[in-house]
């Protein structure tokens, strides 16, 4: 009496070239399936058999190809067997090793390594979006294993992210070929190891409005710290690739920011952040009249005209400087600068008063980021938080415009170009009555 054994029929419902159903007879000895199901490891069992089904169904495709079976003499053969290579598939269920054919003149084809390329492809662009997304490499790790049945070290995971540096790099050194009217810069801080220890590292983030008034990106750079020479470096990058025509800049009172506006763009306007600089003035007033004291600055943001905002500051500076002596002081030092917006139409305004848009991108870094805590270097740092900030920037493209480029060239008339320069003339005591002269022939 022969060995038991069952026969498994198989159907490969890709072979549309010839449009017809290839079948595959698979013997299995009854006593070889039994032994892999009965010795606790039930995925053995399902791999042995997807396994010798693959490879059965791998020869009956040569067979196909080819015109014979093999040993098979007929005429409708085109071509001979070449042997075999081996190759390995890593499944959920294990490690499969396959015997591909190989054939004398002509390429052996299946679709069976085609759709496991795009499977493979589609797994690794999942796993470097769920690193942007914020979710931790070790989950990843776990994730990957659960699925596939293969783990991937948190060494693995990040070496595949690896892929998108080109993208990255390739986005933040760009041309700038537009025009971008109004630049807001910021910088925000994450955790980079080097050299064994924990530093800190600032990444310098450009935001601006171009002519379609529509926010971008333009770009981001990680320094060791913020000073005048790291943002003047920073700055300086962005008008060699081509942001040579801002008319107002945008941000916080950072000492190294409006030192390298000076340095970098001379004819440039400032606009101290209004949220920053009314934030900085309550912080100094005893905490009875915090509230009174930001419900008035308020009015004064938002008086019509710069006359109508420097009597309501002489108000407030009368009612609060017995009891607030400090607050007032900074608010009389940063008046001016914190109302340059009132240079522009009022329809501009809204848009260029704070940087709270930059704060909201640099809040959406901080929650990716969170999973993450310690970047292992500057360049991971560089490549998911930029990646992340393409992402956004291109969410921005797509978002509804602040202004037309027909409403902006109304409202930018010479007169107010003028104004612009004047400000930044009077602020940093500069004579540069040339470049009003240029800047208004410009437009």
Known sequence: MGTPSVCLEIHNHQNRKENTMAQVILNLEIDEILRAFTTGAKNEGFRLLLQKGLNAMLERESSEQLGAKRYERTEERTDSRNGVRTRELKTRIGRLTLSVPRHRNQPFRTMLFENYSRSEQALLTTMTTMVLEGVSTRKIARITEELCGTSFSKSAVSEICKSLDAYVDEFRNRPLTDSYPFLTVDATYFKVRE????????LMIAFAVNSKGLREVVGFKAYPNESTETWTDFLSGLRQRGLTDPRMIISDAHGGIVAAVGRVFPTL???????????????????????????????MFNCRTIGEARKKRDQILSDYK????????????????????????AGLRRFCRTSNHIERLNRELKRRSSVIGIFPNEESLVRTMGAVL??????????????????????????????????????????????????????
């Open 269 to 299: 306007p400032w606009q101290r952040c209004q949220f920053h600089f009314a934030r900085n003035i309550t912080a100094k007033a005893p905490a009875k009249y915090q509230a009174g004291l930001s419900s008035e600055l308020t009015e």
């Open 322 to 345: 017995d009891v607030a002596e400090s607050a007032m002081l900074c608010l009389d030092e940063g008046f001016e600068s914190a109302m340059t917006v009132m240079a522009l139409p």
């Open 195 to 202: 050299n064994h220890r924990v530093t800190a590292r600032a």
């Open 390 to 443: 393409i992402e956004e920037s291109h969410q921005r493209q797509s978002g509804r415009a602040l202004f037309s480029p027909k409403t902006f060239k109304e409202f930018m008339t010479p007169e107010v170009i003028k104004a612009l320069i004047e400000i930044a003339n009077e602020y940093r005591g500069w004579s540069i009555k040339t470049k009003i002269n240029e800047a208004i022939n410009y437009f």
